[in-house]
């Protein structure tokens, strides 16, 4: 079984940074993208960035100029760059993988970590 741990949320100021790291476990031979969603609360989720294992990267446009992805095949972990921190991004940050296929040859189309809390605020 496959799963997703992420850490490095926390409460950070107004224009400061934070790191968040999420690193997939389990019998994975194969994961062919990872990325980052959040949802603010009273808000839906929505998409934050993505890497695929060839390292493309996507972002939204809420993301573009202050976040940055960056992924480690070999330790299937993806980690999220936030600068320049606003209050709007208060939200938990959901970690994604995308076609996960495991040595055994069981595959998931999308497994999600439980979630990050990012707080910035004065």
């Known amino acids: 079984q496959v799963q997703l741990v992420e850490s490095g949320g926390g409460l950070a100021q107004p224009g400061e940074s934070l790191e968040l790291s999420c690193t997939a476990s389990g019998n994975i031979l194969d994961i062919a993208a990872m990325g980052w969603h959040r949802q603010a609360p009273g808000k839906r989720r929505e998409r934050v960035a993505g890497?695929?294992?060839?390292?493309?990267?996507v972002y939204s446009d809420l993301a573009k100029g202050r976040f940055t992805i960056s992924g480690d095949n070999d330790k299937h972990t993806v980690r999220l760059q936030l600068n320049d921190l606003k209050p709007d991004d208060t939200a938990v940050y959901y970690c994604q993988a995308v076609r996960v296929v495991t040595m055994d040859g069981a595959s998931d189309d999308e497994l999600w970590g439980q979630g990050t809390l990012v707080t910035v605020s004065a």
């Open positions: 890497i695929t294992s060839g390292g493309s990267t």
